[in-house]
């Protein structure tokens, strides 16, 4: 269902047996993958039946995953019980979740809910939630690299909302981004006014918003403090005025998931091929 790495060699799989496990793969010709660790129907519902693992993130040392029985796991390689369990107190599905900070999670729901959780404190009730007016299943969030108020949200009406965390009641805009179910949307993590999304439309969407950056952008929090400069919540990104090109057109089937690194990025199909995409032009 999902799959993050923890370090260079040592990565984390969720699937939909409720079941988590990290690997560490070799870096030698025979490619090799041994198990260090893993949670066998760690998401399960009251009835006893497994519950999908569908969102998984990693914040170097520990695994945060979520599944359709709505509760938040923390994870520790080290230990051969969960760390801890965060019941979400609702009936939805987490389907979405990212690290945000080392101690700070943001889960997205199929009632359209964002909420972020610190993970030091003991209750289960989220520090923030922030709900968008289209209520929409979140089907996969990221977060800005060095920005981390600023959040993308993928949503299963093919909206892309992106979000300013230090003023929740809101989301700074939604744009009309894919015809069908949004799969994924994805920050470049050098060059940060560059996103990325795809969807069930099988559509691989470059959005650039460098554009804005020589603008001087103010924004000020709910708590009055001046917010940073980002190109992302300039007042023209505002009215969904970001250029856009398509590196895939519609085909006839999804597009599930993408990762980008430098100027390569992949992308993964339901025809069963992975296409690499070579010389992204993010300059």
Avoid at 138 to 160: D, I, Y
Avoid at 250 to 270: E, F, I, K, M, Y
Wanted: hydrophobic content about 35%.
């Amino acid at each position: 269902m999902d799959m993050t790495y923890l370090s260079r060699d040592v990565l984390g799989v969720s699937s939909s047996t409720g079941s988590v496990t990290v690997y560490q793969h070799s870096n030698d010709d025979k490619a090799t993958l041994s198990s260090l660790a893993s949670w066998d129907r760690c998401h399960a519902l009251a009835s006893g039946d497994a519950a999908s693992c569908t969102g998984l993130s990693s914040n170097g040392s520990m695994l945060a995953s979520v599944g359709e029985d709505a509760r938040l796991l923390l994870l520790n390689p080290g230990e051969t019980a969960p760390h801890r369990v965060i019941e979400s107190g609702g009936d939805s599905s987490e389907y979405a979740v990212v690290f945000v900070k080392t101690s700070e999670v943001l889960t997205g729901n199929m009632q359209g809910h964002l909420r972020l959780w610190d993970t030091r404190t003991s209750g289960n009730s989220p520090v923030t939630t922030m709900i968008s007016n289209l209520q929409e299943w979140v089907r996969q969030v990221s977060c800005h690299p060095s920005q981390q108020h600023v959040v993308a949200a993928a949503g299963e009406g093919g909206t892309l909302t992106l979000w300013d965390m230090r003023s929740p009641q809101q989301p700074f805009t939604c744009i009309s981004a894919h015809t069908a179910p949004m799969t994924e949307a994805r920050f470049h993590s050098g060059a940060s006014d560059h996103l990325f999304s795809c969807g069930l439309d099988g559509q691989l969407v470059h959005w650039d918003a460098s554009n804005t950056s020589n603008i001087t952008s103010k924004h000020t929090g709910s708590d009055g403090s001046p917010g940073l400069v980002t190109s992302w919540l300039d007042a023209r990104v505002g009215r969904g005025e970001v250029s856009t090109t398509a590196l895939l057109s519609s085909g006839p089937l999804p597009l599930n998931s993408l990762d980008v690194q430098a100027d390569v990025l992949l992308a993964a199909s339901d025809n069963e091929a992975i296409y690499v995409i070579r010389n992204v032009i993010l300059y």
